[in-house]
């Protein structure tokens, strides 16, 4: 069964960084591409960034030049590294498989506040 579990999440003051790791199982990861996607309270699903198989990012503009999307293949994980978080960055986050939002996680919590 293909999975993902994601966590790293947590309450973080405006400004801070959180990394955030995203564990899978199940299917041969090296060989899909992942995304990391969001839902704020209320809104919908969030499209933040990309990594192709071998290493090759994409942004959305919500998030360019302050997340940083990585994974490492040997390990079967993928990665978002953010830095300089607001307060609307406050959301459930999610890894999907083959960027396909129907193949994600449980998510995990990020609450940005002062």
């Known amino acids: 069964e293909m999975q993902v579990v994601e966590s790293g999440g947590g309450s973080v003051q405006p400004g801070g960084s959180v990394r955030l790791s995203c564990a899978a199982s199940?299917?041969?990861?090296?060989?899909?591409?992942m995304c990391w996607v969001r839902q704020a309270p209320g809104k919908g699903l969030e499209y933040l960034s990309g990594i192709s198989r071998d290493g090759v990012t994409h942004y959305g503009d919500s998030v360019k030049d302050r997340f940083t999307i990585s994974r490492d293949n040997a390990k079967n994980m993928l990665y978002l590294q953010m830095n300089s978080l607001k307060i609307e960055d406050t959301a459930m986050y999610y890894c999907?498989?083959?960027?396909?939002?129907?193949?994600r996680g449980q998510g995990t919590q990020v609450t940005v506040s002062s």
């Open positions: 999907a498989i083959g960027c396909n939002y129907g193949k």
């Open positions: 199940g299917f041969t990861f090296s060989d899909y591409y």
